[in-house]
């Protein structure tokens, strides 16, 4: 076995769909610099259009992606291959592997742990984010229940996130419930904290042996991705923003978990913007990075009805005048 100091270090970085996983890697990607080290890193996104990707892609991050899905269900290979890709460029000192929403961590972990990767990487620590205001809420579905949960109990580090959005007695809930599912974690509350990547490089290195039983989870469950669908449009021309708010505001969280992507609105054509909805809250900012990346939504549920939602997108974009044109 090489030496773990000779290895580079991997942070998985785990939670469950809008959590905020993208928007902590974006705050590590401004610390880095602070650290001495160079970061790479590896995304998967659950839908077939790369968004998060683009959203920290920037001129010398070394990047690399996991596309068919779900990482936890990729082949072994793909995972394995894009880790290796980074290691052998040489141009990064630690890799963050960013999982998609709905990825089973012990699977990912099983990977970056195999006897494969080994000689060239070490599992630094399991990062999952927690969105406290949703796991604050009554009526959690129960499959959701048993992935956050687990994705819980394999963390070494737990960020609540969203924090400013609650008041003390939930943010007390919540803390009692993570210590309850994992006590050992160092627990670090958003927007307030930031796990800092000097100190999680610095600590000593995540156990691999890592087997936990949820209390959930019964033998042979399937995943719950198996229940979920990605739908993906592309826009075709410059959109009314009322319309496409009205759009976001009316998407049922109980279908549509996750929304985002890239627009432009008709009286700004020349303006690109970002949009997220995370179970049927949404943001619209401008983007302003170049290149800019192509127009295009992904929604994210269980169950969705593609044709549905193409449908209402059409209607959106040219009228339904000629909501049977087949675009998109």
Same mark, same amino acid.
């Given at each position: 076995?090489?030496?773990?100091?000779?290895?580079?270090?991997? @942070?998985?970085?785990?939670?469950?769909?809008?959590?905020?996983?993208?928007?902590?890697?974006?705050?590590?990607?401004?610390?880095?610099?602070?650290?001495?080290?160079?970061?790479?890193? $590896?995304? !998967?996104?659950?839908?077939?259009?790369?968004?998060? &990707?683009? #959203?920290? &892609?920037?001129?010398?991050?070394?990047?690399?992606?996991?596309?068919?899905?779900?990482?936890?269900?990729?082949?072994? !290979?793909?995972?394995?291959?894009?880790?290796?890709?980074?290691?052998?460029?040489?141009?990064?000192?630690? #890799?963050?592997?960013?999982?998609?929403?709905?990825?089973?961590?012990? !699977?990912?972990?099983? $990977?970056?742990?195999?006897?494969?990767? #080994?000689?060239?990487?070490?599992?630094?620590?399991?990062?999952?984010?927690?969105?406290?205001?949703?796991?604050?809420?009554?009526?959690?579905?129960?499959?959701?229940?048993?992935?956050?949960?687990?994705?819980?109990?394999?963390?070494? $580090?737990?960020?609540?996130?969203?924090?400013?959005?609650?008041?003390?007695?939930?943010?007390?809930? $919540?803390?009692?419930?993570?210590?309850?599912?994992?006590?050992?974690?160092?627990?670090?509350? #958003?927007?307030?904290?930031?796990?800092?990547?000097?100190? @999680?490089?610095?600590?000593?290195?995540?156990?691999?042996?890592?087997?936990?039983?949820?209390?959930?989870?019964?033998?042979?469950?399937?995943?719950?991705?198996?229940?979920?669908?990605?739908?993906?449009?592309?826009?075709?021309?410059?959109?009314?923003?009322?319309?496409?708010?009205?759009?976001?505001?009316?998407?049922?969280?109980?279908?549509?978990?996750?929304?985002?992507?890239?627009?432009?609105?008709?009286?700004?054509?020349?303006?690109?913007?970002?949009?997220?909805?995370?179970?049927?809250?949404?943001?619209?900012?401008?983007?302003?990075?170049?290149?800019?990346?192509?127009?295009?939504?992904?929604?994210?549920?269980? !169950?969705?009805?593609?044709?549905?939602?193409?449908?209402?997108?059409?209607?959106?974009?040219?009228?339904?005048?000629?909501?049977?044109?087949?675009?998109?």
């Amino acid at each position: 076995m090489i030496p773990s100091t000779d290895r580079l270090p991997v @942070i998985l970085l785990t939670g469950f769909l809008g959590a905020g996983k993208t928007t902590l890697l974006l705050r590590w990607l401004a610390e880095s610099p602070a650290t001495g080290k160079r970061l790479g890193v $590896v995304m !998967n996104e659950f839908g077939a259009e790369s968004v998060d &990707s683009q #959203l920290i &892609s920037r001129p010398g991050l070394p990047l690399a992606q996991v596309s068919g899905g779900c990482i936890c269900c990729a082949s072994d !290979n793909e995972l394995g291959n894009a880790v290796t890709k980074l290691v052998q460029e040489g141009d990064c000192d630690y #890799l963050v592997v960013e999982t998609s929403g709905l990825a089973d961590p012990d !699977n990912v972990i099983d $990977v970056l742990t195999d006897t494969d990767l #080994l000689p060239q990487v070490r599992l630094q620590a399991v990062v999952t984010v927690v969105d406290a205001q949703w796991y604050a809420r009554p009526g959690i579905e129960a499959g959701e229940r048993v992935l956050v949960r687990k994705q819980v109990q394999f963390a070494h $580090v737990l960020c609540l996130s969203k924090c400013d959005r609650l008041g003390d007695a939930e943010i007390a809930f $919540v803390e009692a419930e993570m210590k309850r599912l994992n006590p050992n974690a160092w627990v670090v509350k #958003l927007p307030f904290g930031l796990p800092e990547l000097g100190e @999680i490089l610095a600590r000593p290195a995540a156990a691999t042996e890592l087997r936990i039983e949820t209390e959930d989870a019964g033998g042979g469950e399937p995943h719950l991705h198996n229940a979920y669908q990605s739908v993906t449009w592309r826009f075709p021309v410059p959109v009314d923003r009322s319309k496409f708010e009205a759009f976001l505001s009316g998407l049922d969280p109980r279908e549509v978990v996750r929304a985002k992507g890239f627009i432009r609105f008709a009286k700004q054509p020349d303006k690109l913007h970002v949009f997220q909805s995370v179970f049927g809250h949404h943001f619209i900012e401008e983007f302003p990075v170049k290149p800019s990346p192509e127009t295009v939504a992904v929604l994210i549920g269980p !169950n969705l009805d593609a044709a549905k939602f193409q449908d209402q997108l059409r209607t959106l974009v040219f009228g339904p005048q000629r909501s049977g044109l087949k675009l998109g």
